[in-house]
Each structure stands twice: as C-alpha cells, then as structure tokens.
C-alpha cells in the first residue's frame, strides 16, 4: 500500500520509558504508520563533538585556527 506523502500528517508521542517497547512493537503492527525514532546523537556522538570543540578552542588559543566573534554567530540565528 502507497500514501501520498501529501496526504499524510505528523503525529509527536511522549510514551513513558517503561511502555516504550510495547508501544512500538504495536505500532509496527500497522502497515500505514512509518515509524522515526529519533532519540537524538547518542552519548559517543556527543563527547566527540565536545572533543572536537575542545580542540578547536585550544587551536584558537595558539593561534593555529582563526576563530568567530560570538556575536556573528549569534547573527547568522
């Protein structure tokens, strides 16, 4: 079975940690639903883009890496 993509609508769901399970072995039940499950980065993704920072701020420091005044960065929001 094919949905037109326009035709279809998002729906956000907080399911207790508990439940979680449950729920989407029940939702994978049903053919029409496309299931995202987006935790967000996992704790690996995150330390190495603090690492990352980390160094890009020391590099700055030594004057081997040309940082960005806070404020065009704040801008470009």
Known sequence: MTLD????????????N???GF???????FEYVRIEDNDGDSREVIMDNFNEAF???KLIKDG???GRPAEELLNEL
């Open 64 to 66: 081997k890496l040309e």
């Open 55 to 57: 160094q890009n701020m």
């Open 23 to 29: 729920f989407m072995k029940l939702l994978k039940h």
């Open 5 to 16: 993509r326009s035709k279809r609508r998002q729906v956000v769901l907080n399911v207790p």
């Open 18 to 20: 508990s439940k979680y």
